[in-house]
T-cell receptor, first 113, second 113 residues
Framework: GESVGLHLPTLSVQEGDNSIINCAYSNSASDYFIWYKQESGKGPQFIIDIRSNMDKRQGQRVTVLLNKTVKHLSLQIAATQPGDSAVYFCAENYGGSQGNLIFGKGTKLSVKP | DAGITQSPRHKVTETGTPVTLRCHQTENHRYMYWYRQDPGHGLRLIHYSYGVKDTDKGEVSDGYSVSRSKTEDFLLTLESATSSQTSVYFC????????????FGDGTRLSIL
């Protein structure tokens, strides 16, 4: 619930602007990455994923960029809407046992109308 | 939304009591996971299952046990609950552990007094 958003970096944007949320991942062997959105009181919701053989992938209003050189992932949201307000976090699949994921702590996106 | 149901959604109990949380899926996915989510931490894996009766420990498995007697059900048990296990617990499922996303339920908020 609300406690998910505590102590997280916050990005505040105006409705209609583009948002960029960044994530540094930890393992250079990771080969699959996912972005999730989590609204208050709900479970994480899958947004988009990307494999390490790609640099960019686009979805509906979202784009994920992968820079393997600096182990950096970003999520771009076009024309941000109030309904986009949530905590966003990335996850990496480092290829460990059963392909378990490592999750980032997240960024709270706040959209001002 | 992926067909994942967690029960109960909220529970308050006392230290030392046993607690069982249930995750039920209708997707027939092979992999199921239990996570806990706490402020200041990303999602942390407790246990996971890669098939009926096949389970393994995650990062924070101490004090927890799991069982999977049917594809659709994955149970998490706290044999003797402690206050440090107060958390929000999420179940996730995936079809492919290495190259597909995990999909999450809406969580169980557990308070141990």
């Amino acid at each position: 619930g609300e406690s998910v958003g505590l102590h997280l970096p916050t990005l505040s944007v105006q409705e209609g602007d583009n948002s960029i949320i960044n994530c540094a991942y930890s393992n250079s062997a990771s080969d699959y990455f996912i972005w999730y959105k989590q609204e208050s009181g709900k479970g994480p919701q899958f947004i988009i994923d990307i494999r390490s053989n790609m640099d960019k992938r686009q979805g509906q209003r979202v784009t994920v960029l992968l820079n393997k050189t600096v182990k950096h992932l970003s999520l771009q949201i076009a024309a941000t809407q109030p309904g986009d307000s949530a905590v966003y976090f990335c996850a990496e699949n480092y290829g460990g046992s059963q392909g378990n994921l490592i999750f980032g702590k997240g960024t709270k996106l706040s959209v001002k109308p | 939304d992926a067909g994942i149901t967690q029960s109960p959604r909220h529970k308050v109990t006392e230290t030392g009591t046993p607690v069982t949380l249930r995750c039920h899926q209708t997707e027939n996915h092979r992999y199921m996971y239990w996570y806990r989510q706490d402020p200041g931490h990303g999602l942390r894996l407790i246990h996971y299952s890669y098939g009926v009766k096949d389970t393994d420990k995650g990062e924070v498995s101490d004090g927890y046990s799991v069982s999977r007697s049917k594809t659709e059900d994955f149970l998490l048990t706290l044999e003797s609950a402690t206050s440090s296990q107060t958390s929000v617990y999420f179940c996730a499922i995936s079809e492919d552990s290495r190259s597909g996303p995990q999909h999450f339920g809406d969580g169980t908020r557990l308070s141990i007094l």
